[in-house]
């Protein structure tokens, strides 16, 4: 098992590598906010996988705290006044 962690926390760098991809490409503000995310669930994953493999707990709290940050950007981006939809502001 502890020799899959490495092979797994490769894996997810080549995603947050495509993801990458789509933040410079767009098309859309939203595409982009959507790659953010993207970036702070696989860094999650990946903090959590180093925590395991390497046992530092650490790690652990490091992750709960960019979740954290990843809500808070995720409602933040969704409540935006002046946009389609939403409320006047």
Known sequence: MESLL??????????????LVRVVRGPRAADRMLAVLLFGSTTVAILLLMAAWLDVP???????????????????????????????G
């Open 6 to 19: 490495p092979v797994a926390i490769a894996f997810l760098a080549l995603n947050l590598a495509a993801g």
């Open 58 to 88: 650490a790690l652990r709290d490091v992750a709960l705290l960019l979740v954290l940050l990843a809500t808070i950007l995720s409602v933040a981006f969704v409540g935006l006044p002046g946009r389609r939809g939403g409320r006047d």
